[in-house]
């Protein structure tokens, strides 16, 4: 089928043609006019009078479907009770003690068939999709033993475009870090997954965890990703980087001697604002990093603790509000750059010959940060 977008106040364009990400956002082109797509690709950067069907964008925006690239789906109900209880003042380790926190999901998991978690997964993209997500990475992590790390690399590949095993994301019961390192490295050599991932702070590993992995990402050949410097600064980031990490996430105690080495590397800052606000986190240097020209990532980081947040705009609005960026900056992070994280070439870009990945916005980009909370997306077409 033949689509043309006609008549948009903005179309959001590359500086150019096959950049894999953009160090300097602001250099996004926003334009006047229209996007033809056929059979899943664009095919013209102008309207087409004889195409199947015509979507009237005029007054608004026309950008590259949203890549979101940190999501733990699939994941077996929600933690609404907890979190009134974190607001209120109940400390992390007296919730933990009463059966909550990551265990508490890992217990739902192991209790819910595969059917149940596949819908759960699936009403969450499609309120994705409706927000104009039309990329999603999956992570496992809440089996917390080898069979059900096994059986969510198994439903990740029904609920997420890419796979990335979190393995090593919870010490289970049974295990001291060095230990489950072991069954780790097994379930790496096992398993079918697009990257692998860990989560490095006082409460889960350790930056020598993180070496090892980096060890076995490299033997496996994927790339590495991390979740570090969410709570306490463990100073990960030059290991990650030493590591050779495809991206490191969080990051809200980022050491300040670490922006420049991190905006230097070929390694991106993925930067999560739901979490920060929700946990009453410390804020991610976000300002600095984009200063410093860091590849800068946005992402939902869904999860049911830490982040049930399942909307880019709103995370737009966050991250332009509380880092300081401007919509483009923005907008790069959760599309361009975020198919990068991924290893996705054809997408991200509204770029002749790329998958038609698109959402059309009934008002100027500057309007999803400004209009807060707001869904402002008025059509989406995913390939
Ligand atoms: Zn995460």
């Given at each position: 089928m033949r689509v043309s977008i006609r008549g948009a106040a903005q179309v959001m364009l590359p500086?150019?043609?096959?950049?894999?990400?953009?160090?300097?956002?602001?250099?996004l082109r926003l334009e006047p006019g229209s996007v033809t797509v056929d059979d899943g690709v664009i095919v013209a950067l102008e309207d087409d009078p004889g195409a199947d069907l015509i979507i009237d964008a005029a007054g608004g925006a026309v950008i590259p479907g949203f890549v979101?690239?940190?999501?733990?789906?699939?994941?077996?109900?929600?933690r609404a009770e907890e979190y009134e209880q974190k607001v209120t003042g109940v400390p992390y380790e007296e919730i933990a003690r009463g059966g909550g926190g990551i265990a508490s999901s890992a217990r739902a998991l192991a209790a819910a068939s595969d059917d149940e978690l596949l819908a759960q997964a699936v009403d969450v993209r499609t309120e994705m999709l409706e927000a104009g997500t039309t990329t999603v990475e999956a992570k496992t992590?809440?089996?917390?033993?080898r069979e059900g790390e096994l059986r969510l690399v198994r439903l990740g590949r029904q609920v997420g475009d890419r796979v990335t095993g979190?393995?090593?994301?919870a010490i289970p019961e049974g295990y001291d870090a060095a230990g489950w390192m072991d069954v780790v490295d097994e379930l790496a050599a096992e398993a079918d997954v697009d990257a692998l991932d860990i989560y490095v702070e006082s409460v889960a590993f350790r930056n020598e965890d993180l070496e090892r992995l980096g060890e076995i990402a490299r033997r496996e050949g994927v790339p590495l990703r991390a979740h570090v410097e969410?709570?306490?600064?463990?100073?990960?980031v030059p290991v990650a980087l030493a590591a050779g990490a495809r991206s490191v996430d969080?990051?809200?105690?980022?050491?300040?001697?670490?922006v420049a080495p991190l905006a230097a590397a070929e390694c991106a800052a993925v930067l999560l604002p739901g979490a920060e606000v929700l946990g009453a986190e410390r804020l991610a240097p976000g300002r600095a990093l984009a200063d410093a020209g860091a590849i800068c990532v946005l992402a939902t980081?869904?999860?049911?603790?830490?982040s049930p947040v399942q909307s880019l705009p709103l995370v737009i609005g966050l991250a332009v509000r509380r880092?300081?960026?401007?919509a483009r900056e923005a907008l790069a992070a959760c599309t361009l750059n975020a198919a990068w994280v991924l290893g996705?070439?054809?997408?991200g870009s509204i770029e002749?010959?790329?998958?038609?990945?698109l959402a059309v916005l009934d008002?100027?980009?500057?309007?999803i940060a400004y209009?807060?909370?707001?869904?402002?997306?008025?059509e989406v077409i995913r390939a």
């Open positions: 500086p150019e043609d096959g950049m894999p990400y953009l160090r300097r956002p602001n250099e979101d690239c940190h999501t733990h789906l699939p994941f077996a109900g929600w992590g809440y089996g917390l033993s979190l393995f090593a994301h969410q709570f306490n600064a463990n100073r990960s969080h990051l809200a105690c980022l050491a300040p001697e670490d980081d869904c999860n049911p603790g830490t880092y300081g960026w401007t996705f070439d054809d997408r002749v010959g790329k998958r038609a990945d008002g100027p980009v500057e309007h209009r807060l909370g707001r869904n402002p997306i008025k």
